[in-house]
């Protein structure tokens, strides 16, 4: 009995070590007026070094890659944007891969920042409350940048005209640039270059 069980551990071991988890996942929020596409960005609360970004983070347990978007962009939006909506808009979008990282884009509808930035998350905990200000920057205040490989010891300024007061940092992040960059590169991008 002793060692059906041991034979049983050892299998599920074997198992569940070749189960390899998903990688980490975002998704770009964006709309577009007048010949403009604007990118949701949030700044990073308690990582202030990294600055400005779109949604993403790891996976949980049996996620799939959009799953892990839709989640990421639920929690980094405090809630103000549900992840079944979110699905919804990337599900059978084929992300840009970055290295580990798949990127999604969302076509949603404007609402202010200070909107999102103000809505009561459903929870105190840091997942909710990861990011501190949100921005709406125009694509063509990015777009520059990613003309060419992202350096990832430079800093990238964002135009403090673009920020809310109160902002921490005034640059975007690289690794969120490098995403986007091999958006750029792979024609990734929904409304093109």
Known sequence: MKRMFFLAMMVTGLCLSSVKAQPPAGVQLYFKTGGEVYLLLAEHGNYSSRGWAGFGGGAREGETLAQTAAHK????????????????????????????FAAFFAEVAFVPAQAVMNHPPPEQTETYLERSNFAWIPYSAVEGYLKEDIDRDKRYRIDSAYLPSGSKTNWFWRAWLGNMRKAVVENGLPWGD
């Open 73 to 100: 962009g639920e929690e980094e939006s405090r809630g103000y944007w549900k992840r079944a909506d979110l699905l919804k808009l990337i599900e059978g979008q084929k992300p840009v891969m970055d290295g580990e």
